[in-house]
């Protein structure tokens, strides 16, 4: 199968197409980094469905792309279009992130804290707090990002800001 020729035939809204997909892969190492140079690719729609699978099997908790948290996060930097961005930050918001990768994906997500789209703020910080779990010295930085953002005129910012309160004791 032609990852990359499949991954056209989403029609950019649609996603059962990318459920059959996905359904056929294989899990294994090899295709998840196929997904991740999809993810650059330079067409918006394919980053988007390859976004979309990989995020979907990070939540099926699918080990080959639980283990490629620097790697998504690097997608990350090079995702052109929000959704694309979005489905990597919920699937980042899941992962432990590794320190090697804690420095470049803060500075991809400073950018999306104050990002015009609501639901790239909102995950954002999901993100943020999900990295200071492991990695106490964020802690302090990402109390005031939630603090800032309990007054966020999006409902959908403050909404997350309570989900990651409950979620986590030091927060």
Same mark, same amino acid.
């Given at each position: ?9 989403? &029609?950019?809204? *649609?996603?059962? !197409? ?5 359904? #056929?892969?294989?899990? $294994?190492?090899? #295709? ?9 690719? &330079?067409?918006?729609?394919?980053? !988007? ?31 052109? $279009?929000? *959704? ?31 990002? #015009? ?34 007054? &966020? ?7 997350? !800001? ?10």
């Amino acid at each position: 199968m032609n990852l990359l020729r499949s991954l056209q035939a989403f &029609d950019g809204k *649609q996603t059962g !197409v990318l459920e059959q997909i996905s359904s #056929t892969l294989r899990r $294994d190492p090899r #295709t998840v980094a196929e997904l991740l140079k999809a993810a650059e690719h &330079d067409d918006a729609r394919l980053q !988007v469905a390859a976004t979309w699978i990989l995020k979907r099997w990070v939540e099926e908790g699918e080990p080959a792309a639980q283990e490629r948290a620097p790697q998504l996060a690097h997608a990350l930097t090079h995702a052109a $279009d929000w *959704q694309s961005q979005l489905h990597l930050l919920q699937a980042l918001a899941l992962l432990q992130i590794p320190q090697p990768a804690v420095p470049p994906l803060t500075r991809a997500l400073a950018p999306l804290i104050t990002h #015009t789209n609501r639901f790239l703020r909102a995950w954002s910080l999901s993100v943020y707090a999900r990295i200071a779990e492991d990695h106490e010295p964020l802690r302090e930085k990402v109390l005031k990002l939630l603090e800032n953002a309990e007054h &966020d005129d999006a409902a959908a910012v403050r909404a997350r !800001v309570r989900q990651i309160r409950k979620r986590i004791r030091w927060a």
